[in-house]
């Protein structure tokens, strides 16, 4: 089950992957590093996308827990 975060820059829709669930390797938007299989992470996508919601489970992305939790919102949109 995804749930939805407000964040200082939207809303953001977040699931968390298990370990099992996670077979392949993403590049975390976060740090750049690779999100190795295995590893139990988040997938992200936005909860407001305007183009709908097919579009933004299209550029989910993949990142590390503790990236996530530690994001900066300072880049203005
Ligand atoms: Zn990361």
Request: glycine share 10%; hydrophobic share 35%.
């Amino acid at each position: 089950m995804a749930r939805v975060e407000s964040a200082g820059d939207g809303e953001w829709m977040v699931r968390s992957v298990s370990p099992a669930q996670a077979r392949k390797e993403y590049t975390c938007p976060g740090c750049g590093a690779t999100v190795a299989p295995g590893t139990a992470h988040l997938v992200i996508w936005r909860e407001d996308w305007i183009f709908g919601e097919a579009d933004a489970i299209e550029g989910r992305r993949h990142w590390h827990t503790a990236c996530w939790r530690g994001r900066s919102f300072r880049r203005s949109r």
